[in-house]
């Protein structure tokens, strides 16, 4: 864990004489680093304007130092382990001990100094996705600054334009370097307090791992057929939910550096895309949604009232993104006697267990399955299993939680004869009109 209030007190690490000769006098700030997997508490500002500060699903905000009129921040790229969810952890790259990394957080019109200092075994960059900044602070080595050698550290300096969400990531050995899990998330707040306020802000970016049964390496070569779909590097059930107070306006910010498009949807609610990286959505453009799609390497952001309580699901719309480990070989055997099978099976392996002949229900299955490997589908709630993965979570929301309560409120408790139920016998079968029958009265032919 870190602490704010000792960061911005504490004294430099290294001169910064072979960064950049405009900072000559500076100091390199401290580099805090994070060892929680679960959402941390937001980072209200202190001084300067106010705003209703984000919270990064299973992540957190990047503390900075004020140094004169500059917020000055500072990102370690570097080997990482991320633990997917209880029970798998992967070798990562990220940032500041994560992946991915801190989320940065800053106000339209900042001065902002973001040092990058290299740890990993090969040179990298970092681009700024969505900003509108000088050309030279882009990030893209070898076409707007040299690339940043191991051991290496660089500084970039630019002023923060224009409000909206927008991501960081490297465009140096892209392929690799994103695909180790190296990016994260930049939120700039209006200055203007009054524009679109929110009481609760949440904030996340997709990605997607090929990482086969028992390794803890994701395969960087794959481009199609990934096992493994990720909110900020976690899976169903380790994902974060996020609690909400009855009536609260909430904004959930989305970015997507995964090779696919996501269609995120939120069930018992509709909403609206309030802005995208390119910038807010006028209100007069604005229009109900239940689900949006997210494509490659966009930021999506919806704003929703949340009117109605309970448990709801907040998931991508395709079905295998919401699994975990998903083997896409597996053979259709919808049908086939499971008993004739089995023996068959049993034959050349006798551990081997015949499954999927009344379709891939696994609530009461329990599968060997190799070290560091998660079910397809996992997770139990207060009816029984859930039976989701990857890109899945759920939206709390509750009458009685404080105005900072970020904490699990646990099952939502049903008012009694809220919840669907089983009957006796099934209704009689309704009369039809059989084929070649007389036509019904009063229809026109």
């Known amino acids: 864990m870190f602490s704010r209030r000792g960061f911005?007190?504490?004294a430099a690490l290294a001169?910064?004489?072979a960064i950049s000769g405009?900072?000559?006098?500076?100091?390199?700030?401290?580099?805090?680093t994070m060892d929680k997997v679960v959402m941390q508490p937001p980072l209200h500002p202190i001084g300067g304007p106010d705003y209703r500060p984000v919270v990064t699903l299973n992540g957190w905000s990047l503390p900075f130092r004020m140094n004169g009129d500059w917020?000055?921040?500072?990102?370690?790229?570097e080997p990482v382990v991320r633990e997917f969810a209880e029970g798998m952890k992967v070798n990562l790259w990220g940032y500041n001990g994560q992946s991915p990394g801190p989320t940065i957080e800053a106000v339209e019109g900042d001065k902002v100094r973001i040092f990058v200092t290299n740890k990993l075994p090969e040179y990298t960059t970092v681009h700024w996705h969505g900003m509108i900044i000088p050309s030279g602070m882009d990030g893209v080595g070898g076409l707007t600054q040299p690339h940043i050698n191991p051991g290496k550290t660089f500084v970039y300096e630019f002023e923060m334009k224009k409000s909206g969400t927008f991501m960081y990531h490297p465009h140096s050995d892209e392929m690799v370097q994103m695909a180790m899990g190296m990016m994260g998330m930049v939120v700039v707040h209006p200055r203007d307090q009054s524009f679109r306020p929110v009481d609760r802000d949440f904030v996340f970016v997709m990605s997607t791992y090929r990482v086969d049964p028992g390794t803890y390496l994701p395969q960087v070569n794959e481009m199609t057929d990934f096992n493994m779909w990720t909110w900020n590097a976690r899976v169903f059930p380790g994902i974060d939910p996020l609690p909400v107070r009855l009536?609260?306006?909430v904004r959930v910010r989305i970015g997507n550096l995964s090779m696919t498009n996501h269609p995120i949807h939120l069930h018992g609610h509709s909403f609206a895309v309030t802005c995208t990286?390119?910038?807010w959505v006028p209100e007069s453009a604005q229009y109900p949604e239940t689900t949006t799609d997210v494509p490659v390497g966009a930021v999506r952001v919806f704003d929703v009232l949340a009117?109605?309580?309970g448990d709801w699901a907040f998931h991508c719309h395709k079905s295998h993104h919401t699994m975990n480990a998903m083997g896409h070989e597996v053979r259709n055997l919808i049908g086939v006697s499971r008993k004739d099978l089995a023996k068959a099976v049993g034959k050349l392996a006798p551990d081997g267990m015949a499954m999927g002949s009344t379709g891939m229900a696994m609530g009461n299955m329990e599968m060997p399955a190799p070290d560091n490997t998660l079910p397809m589908m996992t997770g139990t709630g207060q009816f029984g299993p859930i039976e989701m993965g990857g890109m899945f979570t759920v939206m709390k929301i509750r009458e009685d939680l404080a105005r900072d309560d970020y904490r699990d409120p646990g099952p939502y408790k049903f008012p009694q004869g809220t919840v669907a139920y089983e009957v006796a016998s099934p209704a009689a079968e309704p009369t039809r009109q059989k084929p070649g029958g007389p036509p019904m009265k009063n229809m026109k032919m």
């Open 277 to 279: 990286d390119g910038g």
């Open 71 to 77: 917020k000055e921040f500072h990102l370690v790229a």
């Open 8 to 10: 911005l007190g504490t």
């Open 22 to 32: 405009r900072v000559q006098a500076a100091s390199i700030p401290e580099a805090p």
């Open 307 to 309: 009117d109605n309580p």
């Open 15 to 17: 001169s910064a004489s």
């Open 247 to 249: 009536g609260d306006k």
